[in-house]
C-alpha cells in the first residue's frame, strides 16, 4: 500500500556526517564530523595543521615560506633520500640537506575511508589521503644528482584517535639504491623548559652538539634545557612521549622504523635561521622526528619499504 508520508529508509551505515576533503590553496584539508582536521600542502606532502578537540598540535614558525620556495620550517616535512648534509662519497652527495622530498611537488592521490592502518577502522571514523612523488616529478637537476628510479607514497591517515602518517618507498627501476628517511616533525607546546621527551630508554645517540660523540641516555627522562640535536638509533621501545607538566602532551609511536632525532635549536640557532620566527618560537617547539636514519636502507629493484608513526593527542 503506499501512503504519502512514507518515512524515510534507514540505511545501515553511511547516513551519518562523513569525514570530507578538499582541495584549495595548494593543500589537501580533511575534516572528520568531531571536528579534528589535518591539512597537508603539497609542497614537500607537508602537513602543517594537525587539530584535535579544536586545539592545533604542530608548530609551524610565522615565517614558514609555504608558497613553494623553501621547505617549510615547522609542519611535519619529509626528510628523503638522505638526513642532513650528505656524505660526498655517497650516491646522495649532490643533493641538499635533508634531500629533496620536503621540497618537491607531490601529487594529490586522493582519500579513501581508511581499511588498513593502526587507526582505521572503516566509515566515518577515519579517512586517508595518499600523495605521491617519483622521478618524473623531480626537476631535471635532481634527476641528474640522484638519477634512480623510485616511486614514493606519503599517506596521512586522520581518526578520531589520533594521526597517522606513513612513507612507503618502492625501487620501480633496474638498479639497487640506498636512502635515508626522517619524519621531521615540529610539535607545539606551551613551553618546552616545562616538557620532558620520555621513552628513549638507554638508547645510543650521535650527540651533534658535542662533536657528534657517540652517548648513551642515561636517564628515563630528556629535560630540554639547551640546544638539543640528537640522533637515537634502534630504540627499543616503540613510543616516545612529550610530557608537558607531568602530563602526556603526545605519544609518537614508531612504525616499522627504530630511529628518531630529538631537536631543539634554542635561542642562538633559532635567531641565525631567517625563517624561524618569532625568534623565541623555540620555547614552543620540540621535534621529535621518526625515521631510519642509522645508516642506509637498501632497495633493490621492485622492492618496498614502509615505516612511520602513529600519534596520540591528549589535547
Ligand atoms: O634547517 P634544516 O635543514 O631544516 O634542519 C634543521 C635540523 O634538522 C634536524 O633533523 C637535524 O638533526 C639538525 O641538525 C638540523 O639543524
Redesign the pocket.
Known amino acids: 500500500m503506499e501512503r504519502s508520508n512514507k518515512p524515510a529508509p534507514i540505511s545501515a551505515s553511511g547516513t551519518g556526517p562523513q569525514p570530507n576533503v578538499h582541495l584549495e590553496q595548494g593543500r589537501a584539508i580533511a575534516r572528520l564530523p568531531s571536528g579534528d582536521s589535518v591539512e597537508v600542502l603539497l609542497y614537500g606532502a607537508t602537513v602543517i595543521s594537525w587539530k584535535s578537540n579544536g586545539k592545533e598540535n604542530i608548530w609551524v614558525s610565522d615565517a614558514a615560506k609555504l608558497d613553494g620556495s623553501k621547505?617549510v620550517?615547522g609542519g611535519i616535512?619529509i626528510?628523503f633520500p638522505c638526513?642532513?648534509p650528505p656524505p660526498k662519497d655517497h650516491a646522495t652527495g649532490k643533493l641538499p640537506?635533508?634531500g629533496f622530498g620536503?621540497n618537491s611537488h607531490w601529487e594529490y592521490l586522493g582519500s579513501s575511508s581508511s581499511e588498513s592502518g593502526a587507526l582505521a577502522k572503516g566509515g566515518d571514523d577515519s579517512i586517508k589521503l595518499d600523495f605521491g612523488l617519483s622521478h618524473q616529478q623531480l626537476s631535471e637537476d635532481t634527476k641528474k644528482a640522484w638519477p634512480y628510479e623510485f616511486g614514493l607514497v606519503y599517506s596521512v591517515t586522520l581518526a578520531k584517535d589520533g594521526l597517522q602518517t606513513m612513507l612507503n618507498v618502492t625501487n620501480q627501476g633496474k638498479e639497487a639504491f640506498e636512502f635515508q628517511m626522517?619524519l621531521?616533525s615540529y610539535w607545539r607546546v606551551d613551553d618546552v623548559t616545562r616538557c620532558t621527551v620520555n621513552g628513549l630508554g638507554s638508547a645510543t645517540y650521535i650527540d651533534?652538539v658535542l662533536d657528534a660523540k657517540e652517548q648513551q641516555q642515561s636517564t628515563p627522562e630528556l629535560r630540554i634545557t639547551g640546544e638539543v640535536?640528537r640522533?637515537y638509533k634502534s630504540i627499543k621501545q616503540d613510543i616516545t612521549s612529550i610530557v608537558q607538566d607531568g602530563k602526556s602532551r603526545l605519544d609518537v609511536q614508531r612504525d616499522r622504523i627504530v630511529d628518531s632525532?630529538i631537536?631543539n635549536?634554542w635561542i642562538e640557532?633559532a635567531k641565525g635561521?631567517g625563517d624561524f620566527e618569532p625568534n623565541d618560537g623555540y620555547k614552543n617547539m620540540i621535534?621529535v622526528?621518526v625515521g631510519a636514519v642509522d645508516g642506509w636502507q637498501k632497495l633493490e629493484p621492485g622492492e618496498t619499504f614502509e615505516g612511520g608513526q602513529i600519534l596520540k593527542s591528549h589535547l
Open positions: 621547505p620550517r616535512p626528510v638526513f642532513g640537506q635533508h620536503r626522517l621531521h651533534k640535536d640522533v632525532v631537536w635549536p640557532k635561521m621535534c622526528e
